[in-house]
């Protein structure tokens, strides 16, 4: 089956680059300076961001349903980022997936989970593929497994 991956959309972060440390604390967000190459995924580009880039660490509702399994967690977006259209993979994975491991999860058009794999990144396309394939399977989410963070969102095409 064929399949979409999209960053989250700018929008709703772009506000945020403008507010001060202060300001952003009484929101539960920080500004952070990524210290390495690899560790700091942005939510939008789903690029790791490089080092020296500044993003901001913000709480985040991902899995926004009626249900059990409504779900939120913190993500990172570059502010470099907020300058761009949101980004979409088709058929393919983000670049940075290959090095990560991920956690699958399946989820109906009720937002209730179906399925989930633990796949190494190099992996995962074709887990991808199977979770999309299964009866009832409306979407996915990805997950970075390690440190459990919301990752993106996979739709069929």
């Given at each position: 089956?064929?399949?979409?991956i999209?960053g989250?959309?700018?929008?709703p972060?772009?506000?945020?680059?403008?507010l001060?440390?202060?300001?952003?604390?009484?929101r539960?967000?920080r500004r952070v300076?990524?210290?390495a190459?690899?560790?700091?995924?942005?939510?939008?580009?789903l690029?790791d961001?490089?080092?020296?880039?500044?993003?901001?660490?913000l709480p985040?509702?991902?899995?926004?349903?009626?249900g059990?399994?409504?779900?939120s967690?913190?993500?990172f977006v570059?502010e470099a980022?907020?300058q761009?259209a949101?980004?979409?993979?088709?058929d393919?994975?983000?670049?940075?997936?290959?090095?990560?491991?991920?956690?699958?999860?399946?989820?109906?058009?009720?937002?209730?989970?179906?399925d989930?794999?633990?796949?190494?990144?190099?992996?995962?396309?074709?887990?991808?593929?199977?979770?999309?394939?299964?009866?009832?399977?409306?979407?996915?989410?990805?997950?970075?497994?390690?440190?459990?963070?919301y990752a993106c969102?996979?739709?069929p095409?």
């Amino acid at each position: 089956m064929s399949f979409v991956i999209r960053g989250l959309s700018p929008e709703p972060f772009r506000p945020l680059s403008a507010l001060d440390d202060a300001a952003l604390a009484a929101r539960n967000i920080r500004r952070v300076v990524a210290d390495a190459d690899h560790g700091f995924p942005c939510r939008v580009s789903l690029q790791d961001a490089r080092q020296g880039e500044t993003l901001l660490l913000l709480p985040h509702q991902h899995h926004d349903v009626a249900g059990p399994y409504r779900a939120s967690g913190p993500i990172f977006v570059s502010e470099a980022a907020l300058q761009a259209a949101a980004v979409e993979f088709r058929d393919t994975l983000p670049p940075s997936f290959p090095r990560r491991l991920l956690s699958l999860r399946a989820y109906d058009a009720d937002g209730m989970m179906r399925d989930a794999e633990v796949v190494e990144g190099v992996d995962a396309l074709t887990y991808l593929q199977r979770l999309l394939d299964l009866p009832g399977v409306a979407y996915l989410h990805v997950h970075n497994a390690r440190r459990g963070c919301y990752a993106c969102r996979v739709d069929p095409a």
